[in-house]
């Protein structure tokens, strides 16, 4: 078994943390590891630094090789541009060298998971699902009607075979509004989509062929003429998600599996996710900060600040805000609005100001 872990760019919730120069999977924005080292720790024994490979594009090669140095330079596969998941997987069945019944595990640089064992035990019997010709993906045990993620839908009976149970997947659903979200949940057999899948090398190969065979035609072509191929050729390559261009029409094929997890799972998108990530067994805290800013609450309810080295900042009577200080922008938001940075984001990108992205 060996993991690809997906480390782009992106993180525009996160502003103005993350940015394009250190996006947020080189964050460290939950203790002092970065989102990417987590990842690759948590792995661990299950799958060793030495089989752990890194798709991302080629501005971060050089963060990442500073942030994990146990990941063999080697095992680095820049992509000159972001051409979404769909290209990254294609680019990682076709450049890593594995044989062909190798369990390739994918999952992204940015999450968090608690449940450090619990996990690895959820991949492993994956893996062994997907090592009899199944694509399989975590599907993480939904806490609420979540409209910020996409749902698995499975069906049928539950298989034990791999060490837990796993179903067929029905469908996918992507990001539907809260009242679709409700019902998805009260039919009990839906699960939110964590973007994380198992399976075999020709396996997953096979499937691109058969639903993506432009993208896996393309990189495999690139790949095959070396550097300068993969540079001409990506940024012609269709920009889709794996899940699109995959997922959906195999498990229209029943091609592919679910493994339920409850591992503690937050993709930490936005800074409400941040927030929510600090409160232990979902009770109310106070002030959680983040970064090396001094805070100064009076009166003041659930709040989280990201000060900039130096400054002071006081808060006063306030609850359910977000404040982020940086030396070059401030951002204070509700909550409940934490979704919508993004926008403040494309605001900028309109407006030319690449100096604060």
């Not at 050089?62 to 990254?88: D, K, S």
């Not at 992507?174 to 998805?184: I, N, Q, T, W």
């Not at 592919?256 to 591992?263: E, F, H, I, L, S």
Request: glycine content about 10%.
């Amino acid at each position: 078994m060996y993991a690809v872990i997906m480390a782009g760019g992106g993180g525009t919730r996160l502003w103005p943390l993350s940015r394009r120069a250190r996006p947020k999977p080189f964050l460290p924005l939950l203790g002092d590891r970065s989102l990417l080292q987590a990842t690759v720790a948590r792995l661990s024994p299950l799958i060793e630094p030495s089989d752990v490979y890194v798709v991302t594009d080629a501005r971060y090669a050089g963060l990442i090789a500073e942030q994990v140095p146990e990941v063999p330079v080697g095992n680095l596969l820049p992509e000159p541009v972001g051409r979404n998941t769909a290209a990254a997987v294609a680019y990682a069945v076709a450049a890593i060298d594995r044989p062909p019944d190798d369990v390739m595990v994918v999952l992204p640089a940015d999450q968090r998971i608690t449940d450090e064992p619990g996990f690895r035990d959820a991949l492993a019997s994956a893996g062994a699902r997907a090592a009899a010709g199944d694509l399989v993906t975590l599907g993480i045990t939904a806490s609420g009607p979540e409209t910020g993620y996409g749902y698995v839908v499975a069906t049928g009976a539950p298989s034990d075979a791999a060490g837990m149970p796993s179903y067929r997947v029905e469908r996918f659903v992507e990001k539907p509004d809260v009242d679709r979200a409700r019902a998805l949940l009260a039919a009990g057999n839906a699960s939110w989509n964590a973007g994380i899948f198992v399976w075999r090398r020709d396996a997953v190969r096979a499937e691109l062929a058969a639903s993506a065979a432009d993208i896996l035609d393309a990189v495999e072509s690139a790949v095959a003429g070396g550097p300068d191929a993969i540079a001409a050729a990506y940024p012609s390559i269709r920009s889709t998600s794996i899940d699109y261009a995959l997922l959906e029409p195999a498990s229209a094929r029943e091609r592919v599996a679910v493994v339920p997890a409850a591992v503690g799972w937050s993709d930490l998108g936005s800074w409400s996710a941040l927030l929510d990530a600090a409160k232990v067994d979902g009770a109310e805290v106070e002030v959680h900060v983040d970064g090396p800013g001094e805070v100064v609450a009076v009166g003041s309810g659930t709040t989280l600040v990201h000060g900039a080295d130096g400054r002071l900042i006081a808060l006063v009577g306030v609850r359910d805000l977000v404040v982020v200080d940086t030396p070059d922008a401030l951002l204070v938001c509700g909550a409940d609005a934490a979704q919508d940075v993004k926008q403040v984001v494309d605001r900028l990108t309109a407006d030319g100001r690449a100096d604060l992205l």
